[in-house]
């Protein structure tokens, strides 16, 4: 969809299937849509869907967070499987 909400095809997206090599920050709130239309020109139109770009931070902390927790975990069962003699 343009800017000024008119519905524009996509030069080169009239395959089976369509993809974004790389997506750019100024395409978030890219709003598409999918028709497909069959040889006898009956169509059916997807709902639209919105392109929203989450740029990453490189924030590592919550896997860092996770792993931390599974070596705590594991201590704990070690801790507690030594006392009960197992």
């Known amino acids: 969809m ?15 299937t369509y993809s974004i090599a790389s997506v750019r920050s100024d395409q978030s709130g890219l709003t598409v849509r999918c028709v497909v239309t069959d040889q006898n020109g009956d169509s059916v139109t997807s709902d639209p869907a919105m392109l929203i770009f ?22 704990a069962l070690a801790v507690y499987c030594r006392k009960r003699g197992r």
């Open 2 to 16: 343009t800017a000024s909400g008119q519905w524009k095809n996509i030069a080169g997206a009239n395959r089976d």
């Open 54 to 75: 989450l740029p990453q931070t490189g924030d590592s902390s919550q896997l860092t967070l996770w792993l931390l927790l599974a070596l705590a975990s594991i201590v």
